[in-house]
Nanobody, 122 residues
């Protein structure tokens, strides 16, 4: 059974940076998509970005474009979300999910991590 484990969340001041990591325990196809989602207060879970095994990224969330970047490391079986110039509105629970396609709808994904909290203070 495949499990995803996120790490790297925490509390930072506005303008700061954090690096989230998603470790895949078990086997997924190397071509599978790993998507990053977040759930901010008062909002539904939204996809930040998806990344396929070949490094192709899909549909960045407009509000994070230019501030966040994503990568995958097949040797370590991990994916990372680098977040810079963080804003208070980035505060929320961040999740990674795995699936065959990088779809926007969170209901598509059957494999989820437990989430990691990101808090950005002004």
């Amino acid at each position: 059974q495949v499990q995803l484990v996120e790490s790297g969340g925490g509390s930072v001041q506005a303008g700061g940076s954090l690096r989230l990591s998603c470790t895949v325990l078990g086997q997924i196809y190397s071509s599978d998509c790993i998507a990053w989602f977040r759930q901010t207060p008062g909002k539904q879970r939204e996809r930040i970005v998806g990344i396929y095994g070949d490094g192709k990224t899909v549909s960045w969330l407009d509000s994070v474009k230019g501030r966040f970047s994503v990568s995958r490391d097949h040797l370590k079986n991990t994916a990372a979300l680098e977040m810079r110039s963080l804003k208070p509105e980035d505060t929320g629970m961040y999740y990674c999910a795995a699936g065959g396609l990088c779809l926007t709808d969170p209901n598509y994904y059957k494999i989820w991590g437990q989430g990691t909290q990101v808090t950005v203070s002004s």
